[in-house]
Every structure is written in C-alpha cells, then in structure tokens.
C-alpha cells in the first residue's frame, strides 16, 4: 500500500537519486529579483513622502502631537524652569510649530485706533530676553510682550522658583526678575529691525501687520526703592524698538515693588516715564504707548485711587493683572504652599474684580488689557464683556501647548459666529456702558491738556527738523 504523501501530489518529497545526490527540479516559473537601484528608488521615495507628511503635521501648532505628548513630555520630564528655558529655544530656533490659519474677521481687535488681527496676546514672562519673538508671532498671536527686563543683567532669585499646580492647571513662580539687563535685549530688537527690513518707518515695531509688540520693563533689585531712573532708562532705551512700553509695579518677587502702586509713589513714576516717553519725539519716529500692569489684589479703594492717578497722567492703558500672592479655596496640590506669584484659572476672578473696578473709573479712552485664568474663549469673552479690549495668557500655553491659542480663537470665533456678533461689538458696547463718563469741565481740561500736549510734539519735531537744515 501506498503512503499517504505519495497519493498527494502536492506534498512530493525531492527525488533522491542511488547515490544520495537530491535531484533538483527547476521551477517552471520563477520571479525575477527586483533591481538594487529600483527598491532603492522606492525607499527613498517612501522615506520622503513620510518625512514630508510628518513635517507638514509638526509644524501644524494643531497638531495632537503637541498638545498630547510633546508637551507632556516637556512638563513631566524636566523641572518647570528648564522645560520653560527649553521651550523658548525651540521657539527661537525656527523649527517650531506655526499657526497656519488666518484669523476669523469677527475676531478683529482695535486699540488706540490700531487694528490687531484678534485679541489673544502672550502675556510678559515666558519670553523674557527678545529670543523668540517671531517663534511667538507665528504661533497666532496678536500681542506679543516680552521682559521683564531689567537696566542691568541680574541672576533673580535662587532655584527652584517655578512650580507646576497640574491638578489646579496652575502655577507658582518667584523669579524675582532674572534679566539679562537692557543692552542684550535692545540689541536682539536692533537685529530683528535689520533683518525684517521694514517696509517704512510707519511699520509697527512687531514688524507684521495687525500685530503689536511690548516690552514689559522691570526694576533691579538693588535700585533704590521710590527711584523712578530704572522705568525711566527702559523708556528711552526701548521706545524706539516698541509698540507698548509696560511699567511693571505689580510683581509680588520684587521687595517692595507693589509699594510704587500707592498713590503717594505712583504720580511721581507715571509722570517720570510719560515726560521720558514724549521726549522720544526729538531723537525717534516711534512713540510708543505706554501702559501700566497692576496687581489683582489691590482693594477697590486702592483700585480708585490708581484710577485717579492714571487720569491725569498721560498713560495710555492698564494691564490686570499680574500674579496673585493670595491662595484662593480649591487649590489641591502641595506646591500650593510655596511662595510666590499664582496665575492660572483660579486668578480669573481676582483679576476680573479689579478690572470692573477699573473700567468703571476710567473713561472709554483709556483701554484695560485683562489678563489672568483664561484658558478658552468663553473666558476670554468674559474679559470682553468686563471691557477689555483685549486679553493675554501665560499659564495655560505652557499646560495647553503651541495651539493653545489658536484653540482659544476657534472657540472664541464661534461663540461670537452663534451671537451674531463680533469682538469689537462686545468691547466697544461694554466699555461705553461700563466706563467712566467725564463730566463737561473734565472733558474740557483733558481735551486742553492733549492739545498742549501735541504742540509741545511738534515744536520738538520742528526744533528737530530745523538742526538738520
């Protein structure tokens, strides 16, 4: 009898011949090997198609990838100041991500005349030496304000000072100003000028369209306390260079910084830096606005008489808030109890009292920047509807990632696109109902006062333009 496998024609063993030599059959159909430089073709081409898909979704500040795992990665591998000093130098670097979708039109901001493509700014202190400025820009916002920088380079305080709140999306830091001093900065903006080559001297100092650029000036440690000359200093170093220019009184890291928002101190100081920043007329086309950042836990009789103060002045507007050094109810994680400044959403409401306070003893002509605890658009319409003009963020880029404000304005456009409204309708109504209303005699002087103002303007460009004659 036959074995099985023989009966199975196709599981024949190899003939073996007498000898032990194995017969081999040749197939009568065999495939011929793909050439060496035909799969090395296909390889390449794979490669590059993958390499370029991939590129196209990192450097989409959308992307997933960011807001899920590299910035994770960056917050729970590193401590937070180094994951902070790693993030600007990817920034810097040019190979960040870029926001790649123009801003809806209801998104539209205006302040002192000037048109911001949306509302959304990045608030002092993520960048705080210039390096990346346009790493900023790109990623969609409006408002870019760097420092605070301070006249001369000084160290901050010692480390650690940043501490991450996860559970609470929050933040403690007590720098304590680390800077590397006026002359490194301004000569970072000086190269940026050189390198944009802008299109006229009108140009913005942002360099683009629609956008602004700040400078947040500080106050070095050991300056003597009531001296206004550091404020002073960074007006006439960085007017040129700037858009905004912010006297910043309010952080808690500074001793006895907050003192200069008291109205004793606070006349002689704005009046110091708006008589330096009108002085810029002779020596520069740029006169940029100045505006002063206040704390959010000022009392309403304090926030009054700031008020008054900033009446009078010559500021141009006022940025609240700074970080808190109180601990509202709620906050879970241990970090709670280190010191220094909180910011995150548990600031809103201090920041939004404060905001109301003001706006209501300012006239419509004076704006209020809010900033504190926004993390989406709801929040951010929030402010608008306390009368903001517009809102900067801080804590929630560096939880959210390179899309957080892109985020934030897609949400923001379609609450607005659902209302039938717009970001300047919500503003322009709140901050009229909500403003100060100057009687006649009031109205009166200051209309005076900005007269007086504009001529000594152009007899200093007169005087000017007759020594170049």
């Not at 683009?208 to 070095?220: A, D, I, T």
């Not at 086309?285 to 002063?292: F, I």
């Not at 704006?367 to 951010?380: F, K």
Request: proline share 7%.
């Amino acid at each position: 009898m036959l074995p099985l496998r023989a009966l199975r024609p196709g599981l024949r063993r190899p003939l073996v011949a007498r000898h032990g030599v194995t017969a081999q059959r040749k197939a009568s159909t065999s495939s011929s090997p793909v050439p060496f430089g035909l799969r090395t073709g296909i390889y390449a081409t794979a490669f590059v198609l993958s390499s370029g898909l991939f590129a196209i979704y990192y450097f989409d500040c959308r992307s997933a990838l960011h807001r899920y795992i590299l910035t994770p990665l960056l917050r729970y591998g590193l401590d937070a100041e180094s994951g902070h000093k790693l993030a600007v130098k990817v920034l810097k670097s040019g190979l960040a991500p870029k926001d790649p979708v123009p801003d809806d039109v209801v998104l539209e901001a205006e302040i002192w005349g000037t048109r911001c493509s949306n509302p959304v700014g990045l608030a002092a202190g993520f960048d705080k030496d210039g390096e990346a400025i346009d790493g900023l820009f790109d990623l969609g916002f409006s408002w870019v304000e760097i420092g605070s920088v301070t006249p001369k380079p000084q160290p901050g305080n010692p480390r650690p000072r940043v501490f991450h709140l996860p559970e609470d999306d929050s933040l403690i830091n007590r720098y304590g100003f680390p800077s590397q001093g006026h002359a490194a900065v301004v000569t970072r903006l000086r190269a940026r000028s050189v390198d944009e080559e802008p299109v006229s001297e009108a140009a913005p100092a942002s360099l683009r369209p629609g956008s602004l650029l700040s400078v947040n000036l500080g106050k070095n440690k050991e300056s003597p306390l009531e001296s206004v000359d550091d404020f002073v200093r960074g007006v006439q170093v960085f007017g040129p260079h700037a858009d905004v220019l912010v006297i910043n009184v309010s952080s808690p890291n500074t001793p006895g910084l907050r003192n200069l928002q008291k109205r004793s101190h606070l006349g002689d100081l704005l009046a110091g830096v708006v008589q330096a920043r009108n002085d810029l007329q002779a020596s520069s086309s740029r006169k940029p606005k100045l505006m002063l950042k206040l704390s959010p836990d000022l009392t309403a009789d304090d926030v009054r008489e700031i008020a008054e103060v900033v009446r009078s002045s010559g500021v141009d507007g006022v940025i609240v808030s700074n970080t808190t050094i109180s601990r509202p109810r709620g906050l879970t994680h241990p970090n709670k109890t280190e010191a220094g400044g909180l910011s995150g959403p548990p600031l809103k409401h201090l920041s939004l009292a404060v905001l109301r306070t003001l706006r209501s003893n300012l006239p419509e002509s004076i704006p209020i920047i809010g900033c504190g605890g926004i993390t989406s658009g709801a929040d951010a319409l929030d402010y608008a509807r306390a009368g903001a003009s517009m809102v900067q963020i801080y804590t929630h880029f560096g939880y959210d990632g390179v899309g957080a404000c892109r985020r934030i304005k897609d949400e923001l456009s379609d609450i607005l696109r659902r209302e039938g409204t717009t970001w300047k309708e919500v503003v322009s109504g709140a901050a009229s109902e909500a403003s100060l209303k100057a009687d006649t005699n009031e109205a009166k002087e200051q209309s005076m006062q900005q007269l007086i103002e504009e001529a000594e303007d152009l007899c200093k460009l007169l005087d000017n333009l007759t020594g170049k004659l």
